[in-house]
T-cell receptor
Framework: DQQVKQNSPSLSVQEGRISILNCDYT??????FLWYKKYPAEGPTFLIS?????DKNEDGRFTVFLNKSAKHLSLHIVPSQPGDSAVYFC????????????FGDGTTLTVKP | NAGVTQTPKFQVLKTGQSMTLQCAQD?????MSWYRQDPGMGLRLIHY???????DQGEVPNGYNVSRSTTEDFPLRLLSAAPSQTSVYFC??????????????FGPGTRLTVL
């Protein structure tokens, strides 16, 4: 049973528009959520995180929203840039022990110039 | 700071061979983890460690061994390689602090092929 799901394998948006990447989870014990970005042939890099005590966290062009009742989080990128083209992974952990994170399968974002 | 380093970058093994994937970090992180990523899938946790001398199993530990004798190093051993272990392996490290500081730093990965 996959505990973290990213149901859209791919997303294509025009440069300057908003990108919305979605993630659902089933384990109610998860209370810390992270988004990672991954370019080909590189390791994932941390993008933004949110604790379950918040419903929104913002960092520049990136905002993560958390809906605990729906067990759903989303990553908004505004405005999208061609350099944002990458695979985005949603991850969840119990507590801030990110060393034991559960990952989704990723969404490939393509931002077209 | 070199961050998290992994060696080798690429490796081809024959079925039944053993090998060790190396991982080192210079950030004094308590937590270290090994993940594998298969095509089209996310990262799955193999083993992790919360400090020197302490390790535990993750989601897919079978066929792998780990040890943590120092804070810096966390090698992953394949005991008898099988084609099902063909994957990209990522090592990661993080602090164990509360307050949202437990984000992981990943190495560049080792691409392993088992024939």
């Amino acid at each position: 049973d996959q505990q973290v799901k990213q149901n859209s394998p791919s997303l294509s948006v025009q440069e300057g528009r908003i990108s919305i990447l979605n993630c659902d989870y089933t384990n109610s014990m998860f209370d810390y959520f992270l988004w990672y970005k991954k370019y080909p042939a590189e390791g994932p890099t941390f993008l933004i995180s949110i604790s379950s005590i918040k419903d929104k966290n913002e960092d520049g062009r990136f905002t993560v929203f958390l809906n605990k009742s729906a067990k759903h989080l989303s990553l908004h990128i505004v405005p999208s840039q061609p350099g944002d083209s990458a695979v985005y992974f949603c991850a969840a952990s119990v507590g801030t022990n990110a060393g034991k994170s559960t990952f989704g399968d990723g969404t490939t974002l393509t931002v077209k110039p | 700071n070199a961050g998290v380093t992994q060696t080798p970058k690429f490796q081809v093994l024959k079925t039944g061979q053993s090998m060790t994937l190396q991982c080192a970090q210079d950030m004094n992180h308590e937590y270290m983890s090994w993940y594998r990523q298969d095509p089209g899938m996310g990262l799955r946790l193999i083993h992790y460690s919360v400090g020197a001398g302490i390790t535990d199993q993750g989601e897919v530990p079978n066929g792998y061994n780990v040890s943590r004798s120092t804070t810096e190093d966390f090698p992953l051993r394949l005991l008898s390689a099988a084609p099902s272990q063909t994957s990209v392996y990522f090592c990661a490290s993080s602090f164990s602090l509360a307050g949202g500081l437990g984000t992981q730093y990943f190495g560049p990965g080792t691409r392993l092929t088992v024939l």
